[in-house]
Structures are given as structure tokens and as C-alpha cells.
């Protein structure tokens, strides 16, 4: 471990050279030298020394052992999913990386190569178009943090999980692990021990945020696990949407990305969440997302995933007040060697609510796309709907797709409905397309952009379009 | 002056021989009907000319403007100016007919070179409003839900968008009702032009009462056994085509 000193001053000695870049625009990195390293392997003196590098207050510091205990207490979730995450070695993995904990607030002062990581991945040109504020994470902690001083005004708080805790620990205390309890699942409790990063954001009654907060969460050390840890309370009344974009470099080991999500929507407020990731297929991505929406509240999921080598995800909503409403739309496509294992989880907990799933899933190659969906209704309840719907597409014969749809509804005074389907890209298709001039693989593109097309339309335009040009990539030499 | 040459050309699915010796000649600004009773080999040909992976080249050439495109894949036949409207066109779900045909004229395009919506959307609107087809038509997935007349318009609209030399159109009056035959025929007459061969394919008269051709073909089991000019195919409709069938084989 590197010794804890109180300078956060930064100090590159990269010669910034770029390494293996190919066409996704994510795999490149640059070398770094950290300050702050919490070294390999995880033991109590791991989070130990997190703990101090970011000077918490002890209960956190206690929340975070107790999370230790439970994480390695608990069995690997691989009688479900797939036997691939026995060959995570947890003593290989470098839990804490960073250059400092400060975020900057201008690009300028952002470290060069840091700074030059996020302008190839688009996010300073993104934040100046269209976006209320950005947060830009680099490894374990953010490298730049803004929010346009017109939302600030409005006292919508957007900060790090670490300054959320240090400047506003009366919210953050009451909502906290609140909506994913420590030991929900084995990798809720490795992020609860370890988390460092991700968002705090509260948005306050009747605040209506008008353009989208977002986070963009980067890993660029090899061996790396980030473990961010993200948690949004609207109040009462108001409204948010919250982007995120992943990416990293193809590394020949494995890389972790674990992290945990809680989302409070209060009475009759409005979040939407909307995930991109693009990870390169080392990572194991393996997070827990879930929202509490209260009544009238409602809460949307967008969760679209490209890339990685087994992706465990299955976003949530607890419908915890009445005429509360949860979505999930997600977008899955599993490319060669990889497995994506993606789904929704709805929870009714009170009348009349409703909850929508979407799911279309892209399997290329040997790819595998799960869908894997919880719907609870328990009897006590009356009026709560229920509609899901899981499309699959099929691009080569050895491809593969399963649904493991489990709806539980008790009572007689609800309305639940499950469609699935199953499609491939027919060759006559193909050809149909090849004889207007498109070539195999802009073919093939086309049709599985004409697939998602109908869910892509709810992103905002410059997702869409990201969206597009990631399955373009993705389906390049998937033909033939 | 383009020209299209079809020479001597066999052609099989499977061990199966379908054309078998099939030559034809057709220019720019030229209509070819072929007529023949189903199972003679007249879409098979369309097809391969095509470069449709289920059909085999097996001899004979086909040449444009003197070169032979057999090497192409079929997208790079397209892009050259052979055009197929297919007899049952596939459905793209999700993917519009404007961006259909956004993406095939943009794969014509050389690298770097961008669509210009703007131009795009006018021309695309000026050949709707030529075909009598409602704007609201382009948002609609290509082909998806369509009925038969819809679908064969949607057709000649991209023909009409991507200007080839030569159409190659398979069957384009079956399942037409009267007035969408009529629709679809004055679609290909208002292309009808010095820059473009067609090779009509059909088996029912019918359709050369609205689109006159310059020469007819008779095809009877992969062969072509008579040819001659729009008279020929009235006599055909009146007389069936067992005479010309006697007729070769006597011959």
C-alpha cells in the first residue's frame, strides 16, 4: 500500500503512450502513477485504509467492516448464473486507485491525461451541449465534478459519494443502504466494504431538473476493481434524469466493476436512469441497482449493455406507495464470449401500482443474452398491472438466448401479462437488404438497429445515436 | 448507353439445373417481358442475375456493359446499377422506409462522403408524390404489415430512389388487384427512360396492357424458346403456350 499523505497534490510521470486502440473508442489507456493505492487482495486493512484516505467518520468506517464480514461470509451467486465467476481471484484485484480525492470543478485543472481520456470519450463536448452537470470518474475516484450553477441555485446537491458523505451526512445517513441492504446479495456487500465514487444527488421538492445530470465512470488500471457507489433521492414532487457511460481498455486479466445503485423517488416525484456501457470483455460487471418509489412516485430504468464478459444486472423497483409506477427498458447484446445476464425486478408493495418491463436482447456469435425478470404481487393488494415483454434476437445458429421469467401474483384483483418471442435475422432478409446496396455487415446492422429501434427512440437523441454506432461496432465482423 | 448481357447462362439450386441456356441482350431504355408458365426458371434467372447465395452460376456469363459481374457480391452488383423488385419482398422490422433508404443511397456514397438529408427528404417526397404514395408512408417500417399493392409500390419507390440501369422485376403484378396494378404500372412508366433496361418479368398478359414492352421472350423449362414484340404476348394470352411449345419442339 502507499503511504497516506495529506497532499492531494497530482503528479503525472505518464509518457502517455496509447496503448492497443482498435475501433471502440474505450480501449485505450494511459499509464498512470497513483497516490493513493490500496494495493492487491482485500482483507480488513483494504478497507481500512480506504477508510482513512478519505477521512470518514467511524460509523462508516464500521459499516464498511460489518459489509467485509458479510461479503465473505457469502456464497458465489453461480448456482443461477453461470459458473464464470468462480474464476474471479478477489486477492488479485487493486481496490483503490486514485490521484487524489478532490474532483476538480473546470476541465483545466484536470490532470492532461486524465483530462485527455474524457475528451476522446466526448464527455466535455457533451456536458457543453446538453447537460445540467457532469461527474467524471477516473478509477476509484471523480476526476472532475461540475453542476451548472443555475441547478446549484436551486439546491440540487450533485457531488461524490465521499463529499456527499462528508457535506451532507444528515441525508445521506438516512437513505443509505436503505433501498440494497449490505447483504443483499454477495457483490452488494464487496461494494458496501470498498465503495468509493459514484454519485450523491439530491434534488429538492418540486425542483423539475430540466437537462440530465451525468456520470461518467471510467476504469484505466489493470487488475482493477470499481466499486462506485451511487444514491439519488428526489423529493417530493420533482423530477431528474441521470446518465451513465462506462468504458475501459481491454486488459489480458479480468477486471471488476461492482457496483451498487439506491434510488428514493418520494411522493409524486420522477426519476429516470439510463445506463450505457460499453465495457470492453474483460470486465465482470456485476451490479445492484433498485429504486424505492413512493406513492405516485415514478421510476424508469434504461439500461443498455454492450460489451463486458458476464454482465449480472437485474434493475428494480419497490413499489412501496400507492399508484406508484416502475419501468424497466433494457437493450442487451452479448458478442462472442460473452454472457449477459440482464433482467428486471418488480416489487409491488401497495395498491394500484404498475410496473412495465421491456427487454430486447441481441445474441451475436456464441453470445449469450439472459433475461431473468422477478414480478411480486402479494395477495393483501388490489389493482396492481403488470406488463413484460422479452424479445429476443437471434444472429448466428450457435447463438444463444434463455427467459427465466418468475411472476409471483396472489390475489384476483390484477392484471399481469408476459409476452416472449424469439427471432433471427433470416438470410433472405440479408440479401433483400444486399440487393439495395448495403454490404452483409451494414445489413446485419440495420436489422438489429431496426430491432431496438422502437426502445431506442425513448433515449435522448445523443444516446441514440451513441447507441447506433455502438452496434455498428459490434456487429463489424459478426458476418460471414 | 448501358447494356446488360446474359449469356448462355445455366443455372441450378441444389443438384437441381432451373435455367438452362438462357441468352438475352437488353439496353438502356429497352422493356424485356418474359413470359412463361410457373416452374420455367424466369425468377431463378432474375434471381442469380441478382447474386442470390441459394442459386449457382453454373455456365454462361452475365455481362454489364461488356464486364462480367459474376465475381460481385450482390451488394456490389446493386451498387453498379442492377436492381431486383422482388416478387416477395422481405419485411425489416424496426428499420423506416426513409431510413431504408437512407442507408442504401449512403452505401453508394464514398467513404467520408455524408447524405444530405435535406435533398434527400425533397427527392424522396418528389418520386412519393410521382408514385401517389402518402408521406406518411416513409415512417413505416419497410414492408412490415403491408398489404400486397403496399408492398409492391414501396418496390418501385426504392427503384425510382436508387436509379439503376437495370430492374430485373420478378412477378411485379402478382397479387394485384386491378387498381394497384394500375398504380404500380404508371409507376414504371414514369421511369421508363433512356437510362433504363427492364426486364419484366410476369406470366399473365395482363400487366403488358399498361406497360408496353419493346420485345417479348417466351421462357418454357429454363429455355428461351420464342422471342418477338408486344404482338407475340397477346398471342400468347389468346392461344395459351402450348403452341409455341410444339412450335420449338419441332423446331
Not at chain 1, 348 to 354: F, G, L, N, P, V
Not at chain 1, 389 to 414: F, K, M, Q, W
Not at chain 2, 115 to 129: E, H, P, T
Not at chain 2, 187 to 203: A, D, E, K, Q, Y
Request: hydrophobic letters at 40%; proline letters at 3%.
Amino acid at each position: 500500500m502507499s503511504e497516506i499523505t495529506d497532499t492531494e497534490q497530482l503528479e503525472t510521470t505518464a509518457e502517455n503512450p496509447v496503448i492497443g486502440i482498435d475501433q471502440l473508442a474505450g480501449d485505450f489507456k494511459y499509464d498512470m502513477t497513483y497516490d493513493f493505492d490500496a494495493g492487491t487482495g482485500l482483507s480488513e486493512r483494504t478497507v481500512d485504509y480506504i477508510s482513512a484516505v478519505k477521512k470518514e467518520a467511524p460509523w462508516i468506517r464500521e459499516f464498511r467492516q460489518n459489509a467485509l464480514k458479510t461479503f465473505l461470509s457469502k456464497p458465489l451467486p453461480t448456482h443461477w448464473a453461470s459458473k464464470d465467476l468462480e474464476t474471479i481471484d478477489f486477492s488479485k484485484i487493486r481496490y483503490y486507485l486514485s490521484q487524489g480525492l478532490k474532483p476538480k470543478r473546470t476541465w483545466d485543472e484536470v490532470p492532461a491525461d486524465i483530462k485527455r481520456t474524457f475528451e476522446r470519450l466526448g464527455i466535455p463536448e457533451q456536458e457543453r451541449k446538453y447537460l445540467a452537470g457532469v461527474e467524471a470518474q477516473f478509477d476509484s475516484e471523480a476526476a472532475y465534478s461540475n453542476i451548472k450553477e443555475a441547478v446549484s441555485k436551486q439546491g440540487v446537491i450533485f457531488v461524490n459519494s465521499t463529499e456527499g458523505l462528508r457535506a451532507h451526512p444528515e441525508i445521506f445517513r438516512r437513505f443509505f443502504g436503505k433501498v440494497i441492504p449490505t447483504g443483499d446479495n454477495k457483490f452488494s456487500a464487496l461494494n458496501s466494504a470498498v465503495f468509493s465514487g459514484g454519485s450523491f444527488i439530491y434534488v429538492p421538492p418540486g425542483v423539475k431538473v430540466s437537462h440530465p445530470l451525468q456520470a461518467y465512470f471510467r476504469i484505466n488500471a489493470e487488475n482493477f476493481g470499481q466499486f462506485e457507489r451511487t444514491l439519488i433521492i428526489c423529493d417530493e414532487g420533482s423530477e431528474l434524469t441521470y446518465m451513465e457511460g462506462c468504458t475501459a481498455p481491454k486488459f489480458s486479466t479480468a477486471t471488476l466493476h461492482s457496483a451498487v445503485v439506491e434510488l428514493v423517488a418520494l411522493k409524486g416525484a420522477k426519476i429516470q436512469y439510463i445506463t450505457v456501457q460499453n465495457w470492453s470483455s474483460n470486465v465482470f460487471n456485476l451490479v445492484t441497482k433498485r429504486g424505492l418509489a413512493h406513492e405516485e412516485a415514478q421510476i424508469k430504468w434504461i439500461d443498455c449493455n454492450i460489451g463486458s464478459r458476464l454482465t449480472m444486472k437485474y434493475p428494480g423497483v419497490v413499489l412501496k406507495g400507492r399508484k406508484a409506477r416502475g419501468e424497466v427498458i433494457s437493450i442487451a447484446l452479448a458478442n462472442d464470449g460473452q454472457h449477459q445476464d440482464t433482467g428486471a425486478k418488480m416489487i409491488h408493495a401497495a395498491d394500484e401500482t404498475t410496473s412495465t418491463v421491456v427487454s430486447k436482447s441481441i445474441s451475436v456469435g456464441q453470445g449469450r443474452a439472459t433475461y431473468r425478470g422477478i414480478v411480486h404481487i402479494p395477495r393483501q393488494l388490489k389493482g396492481c398491472k403488470n406488463n413484460t415483454e422479452c424479445d429476443a434476437l437471434l444472429i448466428n445458429t450457435n447463438s444463444r438466448t434463455d427467459t427465466y421469467p418468475a411472476i409471483t401474483v396472489r390475489g384476483d384483483r390484477h392484471a399481469v401479462q408476459h409476452e416472449a418471442s424469439v427471432s433471427r435475422v433470416s438470410a433472405e432478409q440479408i440479401f433483400y437488404m444486399q440487393q439495395r446496396g448495403l454490404t452483409e455487415g451494414q445489413a446485419m446492422s440495420l436489422s438489429v438497429n431496426g430491432f431496438v429501434n422502437e426502445l431506442a427512440r425513448q433515449f435522448p437523441m445523443e444516446y441514440s445515436v451513441e447507441l447506433k454506432r455502438l452496434i455498428d461496432l459490434e456487429m463489424e465482423g459478426s458476418v460471414g | 448507353m448501358s447494356s446488360l448481357e446474359i449469356k448462355n447462362l445455366h443455372v441450378s439450386t441444389g443438384d437441381k439445373e432451373i435455367v438452362k441456356g438462357v441468352t438475352l441482350a437488353i439496353n438502356t431504355g429497352e422493356i424485356h417481358a418474359v413470359m412463361g408458365p410457373n416452374g420455367a426458371g424466369k425468377s431463378t434467372m432474375a434471381k442469380a442475375i441478382a447474386g442470390h447465395p441459394d442459386y449457382t452460376i453454373t455456365q454462361g456469363d452475365v455481362l454489364l456493359d461488356g464486364k462480367s459481374i459474376l465475381e460481385m457480391e450482390s451488394d456490389e452488383r446493386a451498387r453498379a446499377g442492377i436492381f431486383l423488385a422482388f416478387q416477395y419482398p422481405s419485411e425489416i422490422p424496426g428499420v423506416s422506409i426513409a431510413n431504408f433508404l437512407r442507408a442504401a443511397i449512403q452505401a453508394r456514397m464514398s467513404e467520408g462522403e455524408e447524405i444530405d438529408a435535406s435533398g434527400f427528404y425533397k427527392r424522396l417526397y418528389q418520386k412519393m408524390d410521382l408514385l401517389k404514395i402518402e408521406r406518411t408512408f416513409t415512417s413505416r417500417a419497410v414492408n412490415e404489415g403491408f398489404s400486397g399493392g403496399e408492398k409492391k409500390r414501396t418496390e418501385i419507390l426504392q427503384m425510382a430512389m436508387l436509379e439503376p440501369r437495370f430492374a430485373l422485376m420478378d412477378e411485379t403484378d402478382s397479387g394485384l388487384d386491378i387498381d394497384a396494378l394500375r398504380v404500380v404500372a404508371d409507376g414504371v412508366n414514369s421511369l421508363r427512360g433512356p437510362s433504363l433496361g427492364i426486364l419484366l418479368i410476369t406470366h399473365y398478359q395482363r400487366l403488358l396492357g399498361y406497360i408496353v414492352p419493346d420485345f417479348v421472350h417466351v421462357m418454357i423449362d429454363g429455355c428461351i424458346v420464342k422471342s418477338g414484340d408486344k404482338t407475340l404476348a397477346l398471342e400468347l394470352e389468346s392461344r395459351g403456350y402450348d403452341w409455341v411449345k410444339k412450335e420449338f419442339a419441332n423446331a
